[in-house]
């Protein structure tokens, strides 16, 4: 059993340890407002992380670097961005763009980032001091456009999984709508053996498929940093996808050179 099976009667709870090969990733599949429209199945992943400002971007632009190396038209999308400043008369967020530059099709902003937000605060204060309310239909639509332009897509979240965007709507739901595969990002740092296996819990609790994970080194003074990654391998339920050192100067290439990605469901084959 692992904890992306449902608990059995009598059986272990979802916080046994169970070794990670134990678990089998779910054909990947397109969500079902999609699905009906006969869109097809091809590479998507949905990237959360155990906190803010643990690596998310890094890793999502790492995805989509090695996507452009395997000679398919990829196209990152951050659905959410809080913090954002006017710059020659359009809106800017340092994650978005780098996403963008990741990937090798480019859209309007409007589609990639259907909400781009001022304050850099929580996405529903930032949200209500704008008088926006985040919603789920301009996104899935966003989204649909993305699939019809490109081969592959990497969605990046909002600060951790499970995130407020208005009164009934947060990150965990937007998850599940998208119906994604998940790649976790754990910020290697004091605590992040909690917070990896809470936030992989709540995943599996929405009937989503954690992936894999990348352990992300965040905290380049963190002590026993390889008895935490062993601990977390034994524990999670999905593959280690790579181990990211922090990097003096961070890049979707340089990120890209420490992850392996060629497990994860619909990863596609290199083209010539």
């Given at each position: 059993m692992t904890l992306n099976d449902p608990e059995q009667p009598g059986g272990a709870s979802i916080g046994t340890a169970i070794p990670a090969a134990a678990a089998a990733p779910a054909p990947l599949t397109v969500p079902a407002p999609l699905a009906a429209?006969?869109?097809?199945?091809?590479?998507?992943?949905?990237?959360?992380?155990?906190?803010?400002?643990?690596?998310?971007?890094?890793i999502s632009s790492a995805?989509?670097?090695?996507?452009?190396?395997?000679?398919?038209?990829?196209?990152?999308?951050?659905?959410?961005?809080?913090?954002?400043?006017e710059r020659d008369g359009m809106l800017h967020n340092d994650d978005a763009a780098m996403l963008r530059a990741a990937g090798n099709v480019l859209l309007p902003q409007r589609i990639t980032t259907p909400y781009m937000l001022r304050e850099?605060?929580?996405?529903?204060?930032?949200?209500?001091?704008?008088?926006?309310?985040?919603?789920?239909v301009p996104i899935i639509t966003a989204y649909a456009e993305i699939l019809g332009a490109s081969d592959a897509t990497v969605v990046e979240g909002v600060g951790g999984f499970w995130?407020?965007?208005s009164p009934d709507f947060d990150s965990a739901d937007l998850a599940v709508q998208l119906g994604?595969?998940?790649?976790?990002?754990?910020?290697?740092?004091?605590?992040?053996?909690?917070?990896a296996l809470l936030t992989a819990e709540a995943i599996v609790a929405r009937g989503l498929v954690l992936a894999g994970w990348v352990a992300n080194q965040v905290d380049p003074d963190m002590r026993f940093a390889d008895e935490n990654v062993a601990e977390l391998a034994r524990r999670l339920p999905a593959p280690l996808l790579g181990r990211v050192p922090r990097l003096t100067e961070p890049s979707a290439a340089a990120a890209a050179a420490h992850?392996?990605?060629?497990?994860?469901?619909?990863?596609?084959?290199?083209r010539a």
């Open positions: 429209e006969g869109v097809p199945t091809r590479f998507a992943c949905f990237v959360t992380g155990t906190d803010t400002e643990i690596g998310k971007t890094l995805i989509l670097h090695k996507l452009v190396q395997q000679g398919v038209r990829a196209c990152g999308m951050k659905p959410i961005a809080a913090g954002a400043e850099p605060c929580a996405p529903h204060i930032a949200a209500s001091l704008e008088g926006v309310t985040i919603e789920p995130v407020p965007f994604l595969p998940v790649v976790l990002v754990v910020g290697m740092r004091l605590g992040c053996i909690n917070h992850i392996e990605l060629a497990n994860l469901p619909g990863w596609p084959a290199k």
